[in-house]
């Protein structure tokens, strides 16, 4: 029992990685424009399949599909920074209606594009298990956790030293101020949609390589990322590391010692449970609140 | 509101005219009770998000709780159908009070939680199997009764019944709109800060919309329960709950009474006889692109974008 219960803790924090770069894009889009994109997880949904289909089409470890993946959801996530700029009044609840009719239409896309089969990976390469003392995994979820924490650690060098990251940063705590310094808000804005398509692109590589995807899951990708946020409060990378984790782990925790139909709900179990706790997230966030 | 004459012509358009024009075709009628079925959707979901502020994605969530409410109160404990479809709008309430938490997040998280909401009610659903059947769903839930010697469960007295569901719902929606309560509201949607300033109970109030939203969603749902009967998890719960009322209501004019009903009357019958038969799987990418389009070019609707056109045609010549 404690071996199985061991071994979902190290699954969940595996998970974890992946979850948390779609968790950044959604949070760092938001932090930029003050819009939720609904759309997010069907973005990392289109990656997955871009990489099922460079897998059953050309024959390619998916690992290779990244640099695809990257141009399509970066391209398709630029669209949608352009058709959110379109709106004219009423920004936050239209944004919210226009992004989900996106996720409507990315949904079907795939629907129409790839069929409602489930898809999963092919390659042994990537299904080889690898042992790290009392640990089993597949060799893809220690690959892409890896993959993951150094574009976190990217993302974090991005945001704290580069020019463009500061300026994400500076547009995010106070708009006018950032343009009084001479940053242009549009393009900041622009260049958060390109970093949140490149983190989406390749946690959906991710999924596909470790786990299922089917049309339907883009929303609870969404969800997910939403929780995570939730957890951690807006703001911190690390934080949303840790959020993540503890989703992946509660979400792996269940599936051992429950059953996989519930794996939906404890995410929502911790999502209520902070809400009343700790209503500005584990790790701090303010804002939020009505 | 004035009961003047278009009103009561009107109503007997729709009360005597549609069912001895489409009476005797199954087929148009189901499609028209479907329609209406989305109008009440429609109308619930412009309730909370013209009054409360709300954008609900989670409305599949009331839906189904009150389809499965009614169906099981029905079964199982053998409450007439007609109280039980009323019951089943309370227990879309009782499901909504568990969103009261989510009252406290602001705009954008609201609308995330309302749409994480409708997951866990569907896999409630799926895995409560004792109570609501499972995946497999329940079949033979009651039909519609008899009334004064007239089969309501007939495709037309199934028309009759969502009708009135829909018209009393739009009477309530109405009178809510001009009590002090909607007048509260309207101005908490011009600045909800300086709203509670003046003593308003923002929060309370919001929530209290939420609860007629619910109520008359579960309503539709519990109707639809017994209208088909037969309900399973995936179809109870469907995200197409949530997708072709927000576009109805779009389409007809979320912050107008008539324009969700006429959106949804519009919007669906097109959809299953012109889009359903270029698409068949996948004919929501055509509504997804409908929503995006009416969001960029006219968020108000479809009548203003008419009224902005004309006006445009006006000054030209």
Redesign the interface.
């Known amino acids: 029992m404690t071996e199985l219960v061991l071994q979902a803790l190290y699954s969940g924090l595996l998970q974890g990685g992946s979850y948390a770069l779609i968790a950044l894009g959604l949070a760092l889009v938001?932090g930029a424009m003050k819009?939720?994109n609904?759309a997010h997880g069907e973005l990392v949904l289109l990656s997955a399949y871009v990489a099922y289909s460079v897998e059953s089409g050309l024959g390619w470890n998916p690992i290779f599909a990244i640099p695809i993946a990257l141009v399509v959801v970066c391209l398709s996530s630029v669209m949608v920074y352009f058709?959110v700029g379109?709106?004219?009044?009423?920004r936050?609840?239209?944004s919210?209606?226009?992004t989900?009719?996106?996720?409507?239409?990315l949904?079907?896309?795939i629907?129409?594009i790839w069929k409602?089969d489930v898809r999963s990976t092919g390659s042994t390469w990537m299904q080889e298990a690898i042992v790290v003392g009392p640990f089993y995994s597949m060799r893809s979820e220690v690959l892409f956790f890896v993959v993951s924490l150094v574009m976190m650690g990217g993302l974090w060098w991005w945001l704290s030293r580069s020019w463009y990251g500061r300026a994400v940063r500076a547009v995010s705590s106070n708009r006018d101020a950032a343009k009084l310094m001479g940053i242009d808000p549009g393009y900041t804005e622009l260049v958060s949609f390109v970093v949140a398509g490149i983190l989406a692109a390749v946690a959906g590589v991710a999924l596909f390589s470790y786990g299922v995807v089917s049309p339907?899951y883009g929303?609870?990708l969404?969800?997910k990322a939403?929780?995570i946020t939730?957890l951690a409060g807006i703001g911190s990378i690390p934080g949303v590391l840790i959020g993540a984790v503890l989703l992946g782990v509660a979400e792996a925790l269940t599936v051992t010692l429950a059953?996989s139909?519930?794996q939906?709900?404890v995410?929502?179990g911790l999502?209520?449970l902070v809400?009343?706790v700790m209503?500005s997230g584990l790790f701090g966030a303010k804002?939020?609140?009505? | 509101m004035k009961p003047n004459k278009t009103i009561i012509v009107m109503l007997l358009a729709v009360y005597i005219a549609v069912p001895l024009a489409f009476g005797r075709d199954n087929y148009v009628m189901s499609l028209v009770v479907a329609s209406m079925v989305i109008g009440g959707i429609a109308l619930s979901w412009a309730l909370l998000g013209n009054l409360g502020g709300m954008v609900s994605f989670g409305h599949a969530a009331f839906f189904g709780v009150g389809a499965y409410a009614s169906a099981i109160l029905s079964m199982k404990f053998g409450v007439p159908v007609l109280v039980s479809i009323l019951l089943g709008g309370v227990g879309a309430v009782v499901a909504s009070l568990a969103m009261l938490p989510v009252l406290r997040l602001r705009g954008p998280y609201f609308a995330l939680a309302i749409l994480a909401y409708a997951h866990i009610f569907r896999i409630l659903a799926t895995q409560w199997t004792s109570v609501t059947g499972g995946s497999g769903g329940l079949s033979n839930i009651p039909r519609l009764p008899e009334i004064f010697g007239y089969d309501l469960s007939s495709k037309t007295g199934g028309y009759l019944v969502i009708l009135t569901i829909v018209l009393v719902f739009a009477a309530i929606y109405q009178y809510i709109r001009c009590s002090n309560y909607g007048l509260a509201l309207r101005a908490m949607h011009e600045s909800e800060d300086a709203t509670r300033v003046v003593g308003v109970n923002s929060t309370l109030l919001k929530g209290l919309m939420l609860l007629v939203s619910a109520f008359m969603c579960g309503v539709v749902g519990a109707f639809n329960a017994h209208y088909i009967n037969f309900l399973e998890p995936d179809y109870a719960f469907s995200g197409l709950w949530v997708t072709i009322p927000i576009v109805a209501a779009i389409f007809g004019g979320y912050r107008t009474i008539t324009g969700p009903i006429v959106g949804a009357v519009v919007v669906y019958l097109v959809d299953q006889l012109v889009f359903k038969s270029i698409i068949p799987s996948g004919h929501q990418l055509v509504l997804g692109v409908l929503l995006v389009a009416m969001i960029i070019f006219s968020p108000d609707g479809l009548l203003s974008l008419l009224r902005k056109l004309t006006r445009r045609a006006h000054v030209a010549a």
């Open positions: 938001f819009v939720i609904l058709v379109r709106i004219k009044k009423d936050e609840i239209n919210l209606i226009l989900y009719g996106i996720g409507v239409i949904t079907n896309l629907l129409l409602a339907a929303s609870v969404t969800v939403f929780i939730v059953s139909a519930l939906e709900l995410g929502m999502f209520l809400l009343f209503p804002g939020r609140r009505g």
